[in-house]
């Protein structure tokens, strides 16, 4: 099994080990790839997660059987919404002792069914090296995703020979890479014809690597462009055709120029309902043009007159292909009056938070700071809820791959194991994790993980003492009951638990020691770094659509409602 992980050019594997997978670990200490050991198989899962976003390369977590591969199903979940290449290798109790409740046995491949695109129970070791082979293209190709291989421990111990694997066993699975031209011609000559067109661009870009031509695409047909919370970085934030995010927390002038386009088209994107808000009110002048390497996305959610089935980035160098051919016998065409629209959006409806001298300290203006010091030149992870909102408003994104975080599954926690895997992946780059006070006390503890393999990731932990995005909705759609989201400011003490695990701990509670506490976390370069932020407890994340209501709708504050 390792021979085969070595033959698909695994660097690395997170994992935990645990009887059942006991002969697998066993020839990691003769392999070239590194084993990195987590603190809990939830965490080796988001480590994959974080190494595959920051990559574009399949992420390997490892557990043994019963509750390692349980505790692998978030991260599976979290992948299998996010489009995140992922192989899950698990443990499993012999064959003959499958079906009869043995120690630490779990229906692994049945728990796994729902949230990978294939999970494979290994019976005879002569097929792991197909299987293996397999798992990595069904996880790379097509809509990337995870994939689950599921090894009984008398398997493991089979005596076999490695064999050149090939695909002979997937006759049926074909991933369409490029558009119909016909479709492609109906998309090009729909867009020049529209006078209010957007770029609606998702997580499928960045997944296709289509960021380069994403720029030429939306310059040559001078359309602007909105990205999705996990389109972040496709396209840079700093251009004058960049709208921001759109949706539940996005800009006003991305959410309200998709409801006022005549012509939406949407690139790797799956019509999310945090972007939608009420389907049947979402964009209703708009004629669509879906592009998705998925065909069971299109039409999902919202009917396509141009549906276009095929790999985002190809299919954008096809698109691009056929609108530069049209360029030498139609004029460019400039739109003023739509972009005088979207300047005068932007200039009514900015972002806008309130830093007072005194403080207390607003999350948003810890991360507009961080970006300016670094000069936006890192790799941030983020958690979920407010500081995940604010992270994605006030970063300005400049390119793929720099924005790691859980937008489908919305999982609690991602951030810190996260950074740990796209720091592992990437030592030359800075890697910081963005996370709030609730999500970092779900899986803190890897960081002894980041510690014991010397992986200094830095940690900003904003202390609101509080489920802030839950306590939000309490507020303005609860009467202001608050029921179970209060985890007060005082315990744990973070610079301690900090110290505690081998990290080096910091704290700010006023705006004047935000500049010199992030240029002290960034001197250190040899062990993990925490800072503590204590904010604002009461602030609230805004501009805000409530859930299922219209796009029309954008709440710039608590004062809209």
């Known amino acids: 099994m390792l021979q085969s992980l070595e033959h698909e050019g695994v660097e690395l594997i997170f994992g935990v ?3 059942a997978i006991l002969p697998a670990y066993d020839p990691l200490l003769d392999s070239p790839i590194r084993h990195i050991l987590a603190r809990h198989e939830q965490g080796a899962g988001h480590m994959a997660e974080g190494y595959a976003m920051a990559t574009g390369r399949v992420g390997v977590a490892m557990a043994t059987s019963g509750p390692g591969a349980t505790n692998l199903i978030t991260p599976l979940q979290n992948a299998k919404m996010d489009s995140t290449p992922l192989v899950a290798i698990t443990g499993q109790v012999t064959r003959g ?148 995010m759109p949706g539940m927390h996005g800009t006003f002038v991305a959410t309200t120029a998709i409801q006022k386009c005549d012509v939406l088209v949407a690139l790797g ?17 708009a004629k669509v043009i879906h592009v998705d390497v998925d065909p069971a996305e299109i039409g999902k959610v919202r009917n396509a007159e141009v549906p276009i089935v095929g790999d985002a980035r190809k299919v954008i160098a096809s698109l691009l292909e056929r609108v530069k051919a049209l360029r030498d016998a139609s004029d460019f065409p400039w739109r003023k009056e739509w972009f005088d629209q979207l300047e005068a959006w932007k200039s ?24 300016s010091i670094t000069n936006g030149d890192a790799v941030v992870t983020a958690g979920v809820g407010q500081h995940q909102m604010w992270a994605s408003q006030f970063w300005g994104f ?16 991602f ?47 904003f202390n609101n003492g509080g489920y802030g995005m839950v306590k939000q909705w309490q507020n303005l759609f609860y009467g202001g009951r608050i029921s179970a989201s ?35 976390s960034l001197a250190v370069d040899d062990r993990p770094v925490v800072v503590e932020v204590v ?27």
């Open 486 to 520: 209060d985890l007060g400011t005082e315990v744990p003490d973070y610079p301690k638990l900090a110290e505690a695990m081998g990290c080096v701990g910091m704290r700010v509670d006023h705006p004047e020691e935000v500049d010199v506490v992030i240029e002290k």
């Open 17 to 19: 080990p645990g009887g």
């Open 97 to 244: 002792a499958i079906g009869s409740d043995a120690f630490q046995e779990a229906y692994t491949t049945g728990l796994a069914m729902h949230c990978t695109k294939h999970s494979y129970l290994v019976t005879e070791a002569d097929d792991i090296p197909a299987i293996v082979h397999e798992a990595f293209h069904l996880a790379s190709t097509g809509r990337p995703g995870p994939v689950l291989v599921d090894l009984p421990k008398d398997v493991l111990t089979q005596t076999t020979n490695w064999v050149e694997p090939d695909l002979r066993g997937l006759p049926g699975y074909r991933p369409t890479s490029y558009g119909h031209p016909k479709q492609i011609k109906a998309a090009i000559d729909m867009i020049e014809r529209a006078e209010r067109p957007v770029l609606y661009v998702g997580g499928g870009v960045i997944r296709s690597g289509a960021s380069a031509e994403l720029l030429q695409f939306a310059e040559t047909v001078n359309a602007p462009v909105v990205t999705t919370l996990m389109a972040r970085g496709a396209f840079p934030d700093s251009h004058r055709l960049s709208l921001g």
């Open 398 to 413: 400049s390119e793929p791959g720099t924005w790691i975080n859980s937008g489908g599954l919305g999982t609690m926690g």
């Open 415 to 461: 951030a810190v194991p996260a950074a740990i895997g796209a720091k592992a992946a990437r030592p030359d780059r800075l890697v910081y994790a963005l996370d709030g006070d609730g999500c970092f006390q779900m899986t803190f503890q890897e960081l002894i993980t980041a510690s014991t393999e010397r992986i200094p990731v830095k940690v900003a932990v």
């Open 535 to 561: 904010v604002d407890p009461d602030e609230m994340c805004f501009p805000m659509v409530p859930a299922g209501g219209s796009n029309d709708d954008v709440v710039m504050g608590p004062e809209d409602l």
């Open 348 to 371: 009514s409806h900015p972002l806008k938070y309130a830093q007072e001298e005194d403080g207390p300290v607003k999350t948003q203006y810890f991360i507009e700071r961080l970006h």
């Open 269 to 285: 994107a799956r019509f999310d309902d945090r972007v939608t808000g009420n389907v049947a009110a979402f964009a209703p002048h």
